[in-house]
Structure formats: structure tokens, C-alpha cells
């Protein structure tokens, strides 16, 4: 038991900058305390005391923000950084190193009562308000943007963005067995601007290929990633 907790306090210390100590993350750090709860329901709910492990699960919802049902499987070293909002299903299964931010979902699509909720492997780092939905795996090493809505599996190494969520398979690197988490959740590709970019640019092209002069263009392309007003009408 005491490994497990020195393993959880480690987990915030090397993944929020804002941790100062292992006193403040055992008080300060509500993420914390839902893992710790969920524990405990989850081997009630393993044992049959269904009613018992629901019964925990909401007194931590009530006291965090964050709801996580007895049913849920989670791995080691899970972190939940802020949490407020945060709600994990029934048939949701968590692996190792995996990281959430406020306002993350884990849901179900169906009303069979099946596996209807995802499957996040290890090393996988999901922003805040992204809604993962159904009975999908995400990949191992995997990156989701925040308030991306993702309703199909990626493969490992993937960054998934925008709604519904567009996935970006990043090229296949040796992951170390102690690297630290990637945190750059904020480093994302535009998969629908850089597209239309690159029509932009192949239209153009083409354009002065068969010697076509246009006074204006009807799009301009974006300069250094900042498109033109007088584009839009706004």
C-alpha cells in the first residue's frame, strides 16, 4: 500500500510543474484522492458490494468533481492534473502512465450492457474538456487535444484533434522504458487549415502554370499561420 501511494505523490511531482513537495500533493490534490477512492470501490465492486462501491464512488464525486465508476479499471501511475468534471464509465479500461485533465470524458454509446466505454493503453495524455466515446481503443504513446470528441480507435503514437476528432499519426520513434510523459498537449497540427493551405497553394500554382492572372485571389493563403480578414466576412 505505502508503494502504491509513494508511486501516485511521484506521479504528480514529475508530471505538474506546480508541485512543490509530497505534503502538498497529498493534501492539495483532489485527483489524487479520487484514484485513492476508486481503489477501494473498485475491489467492493470486484467483491460484490455493488451497492457499497457506488455508494464511495459519489461521496469522492460530491468531495472532488470527479466521477469514477467502482467498475472502471485503472493501471498504475494514473494522474488526473486539476479534475473538476472529469467521468470515467463502467466498462472503461485505463492503462499505465496515462494522464487526464479537467473535464475529460470516458463514455458509453450503447445501452447493452456490454464494454461500451474506451480503452486508453499506457503513456497516453489526454486535454482538458477532450470527449472520448464508445467501445474505441486509443493507442499507446497517443496524444488527444483539448475538447477534441474522438469516436474511433487510433493507432499508437497518434495525436487526435478537433471534432469529430481528425487523427495524425506521428512517425514511429523508440520509446524508452523511462522516458518521461509527453505533456506538449498544446502541440497540435491544424488538420483542416493546413489542408486548405496547401489546396490554396496548388491552385495557385496551377494557375500560373496555364498563365491565368487573376486579379485577387479569392482565398489568401495564411502567413505564418494568420489567415487575412478580408477573407471572412467578420
Known sequence: ?????????????ERDPAARNA???????????????????????????????????????????IEIHPGATIGHNFFID???????GETAEVGDNVTLYHGVT?????????????????????????KVLGAITIGANSRIGANAVVVKSTPPDSVVVGVPGQVVVREHKQHLPNEKVDLEHGSLPDTIGETLAALIAHVESLEKRVGYHSHEPALHAPDHGIWKAVDFSI
Not at 500500500?1 to 501516485?8: A, G, L, S, Y
Not at 486539476?82 to 470515467?88: A, E, K, S
Request: charged residues 20%.
Open 106 to 130: 470516458l463514455g458509453g454509446t450503447s445501452l447493452n450492457k456490454v464494454k461500451r466505454h474506451p480503452t486508453i493503453e499506457d503513456h497516453v495524455v489526454i486535454g482538458a474538456g477532450a
Open 1 to 13: 500500500m505505502f508503494k502504491v501511494i509513494h508511486d501516485d505523490v511521484r506521479s504528480v511531482l
Open 23 to 65: 505534503l502538498e500533493v497529498l493534501l492539495c490534490y483532489p485527483g489524487l484522492h479520487a484514484i485513492w477512492a476508486h481503489r477501494l470501490s473498485h475491489r467492493l465492486w470486484k467483491s460484490g458490494y455493488k451497492l457499497i462501491a457506488r455508494w464511495t464512488s459519489q461521496i469522492m464525486r460530491n468531495l472532488t468533481g
Open 82 to 88: 486539476h479534475g473538476m468534471g472529469v467521468v470515467i
